[in-house]
């Protein structure tokens, strides 16, 4: 039977894949900054933002956002263009991973900020080092250094919403994370994608509503309504090409009033 097509919403997504019957992927630094420059070099060309990711050596995580539907295309290329490396490098042939990659729509804020922290504590969990920092296969080093940031990352939300603040970062990307929570959060996930899917793809509709008026207090009012609709502060902010921080101080000063 052939495989049904992903239905892929614009937003965030948590991607993870491992390697076919759980062989370890990474043999080497090598390897690692391999596929960093490539997941880097797709992301740019197909428009994608990466907001974290973490190398572990037989499998990796990521967490992605996308304007237009090309989520599977993007993964397609990168995963096939790093197992042509790996198997001429390491003379082997056939498949490299286990299958098509797992991914998990990011629903709420509440679970995009775990799963930023999750993504970033992978090497803790698997008690690899004692330290974020001592791990130099993921996203956090570059958070933390503030130098020679990938453009694939330069957009992330840590940067756009943290800048050069390391205490703030480090603060935020070592807080403690809940396993239940974010196992409960997954699942939610996957109950409201496909009923979320319609207004994520509806995005000219969107345009529409939060870009017909230049007037400061006006356009805060469509922030509000498109919110309440079920549009996320994400989505919103990604329209108006301001950050989703903003977005938030937006909605929150309106319950306030």
């Given at each position: 039977m052939a495989r049904k097509p992903r239905i892929e919403a614009v937003g965030c997504y948590h991607i993870v894949n491992r390697g076919v019957e759980q062989r370890v992927v990474f043999e080497e630094a090598e390897d690692y900054e391999c596929f960093e420059e490539l997941m880097c070099f797709y992301a740019r060309s197909y428009g994608i933002t990466?907001?974290?990711?973490?190398?572990?050596?037989?499998?990796?995580?990521?967490?992605?956002?996308?304007?237009?539907?090309?989520?599977?295309?993007?993964?397609?290329?990168?995963?096939?263009?790093?197992?042509?490396?790996?198997?001429?490098?390491?003379?082997?042939?056939?498949?490299?991973?286990?299958?098509?990659?797992?991914?998990?729509?990011?629903?709420?804020?509440?679970?995009?900020?775990?799963?930023?922290?999750?993504i970033e504590q992978n090497p803790l969990k698997a008690k690899i080092v004692k330290d974020i920092a001592e791990y130099p296969y993921g996203s956090y080093n570059y958070f933390l250094n503030g130098k020679n940031i990938p453009e694939c990352?330069?957009?992330?939300?840590?940067?756009?919403?943290?800048?050069?603040?390391?205490?703030?970062?480090?603060?935020?990307?070592?807080?403690?994370?809940?396993?239940?929570?974010?196992?409960?959060?997954?699942?939610?996930?996957?109950?409201?994608?496909?009923?979320?899917t319609k207004k994520k793809l509806d995005i000219e509709k969107l345009k529409n509503q939060l870009l017909k008026t230049k007037e400061i207090k006006q356009r805060n009012k469509q922030i509000v309504k498109a919110y309440e609709k079920g549009y996320s502060q994400q989505m919103i902010a990604t329209v108006l090409g301001i950050t989703q921080q903003a977005v938030y101080g937006v909605i929150k000063r309106s319950r306030e009033l």
């Open positions: 990466i907001h974290n990711y973490c190398l572990m050596s037989n499998h990796y995580h990521l967490l992605v956002e996308i304007e237009q539907p090309n989520l599977s295309r993007f993964m397609k290329q990168l995963g096939m263009s790093y197992s042509i490396y790996f198997n001429k490098k390491y003379k082997r042939s056939g498949h490299l991973w286990q299958g098509r990659f797992k991914s998990w729509y990011v629903a709420n804020e509440a679970y995009l900020y775990t799963l930023m922290i999750y990352l330069q957009q992330s939300w840590i940067i756009q919403n943290y800048k050069n603040d390391t205490e703030a970062i480090k603060a935020f990307l070592n807080s403690t994370v809940d396993s239940s929570q974010l196992d409960e959060m997954k699942k939610a996930s996957a109950l409201v994608e496909t009923s979320n």
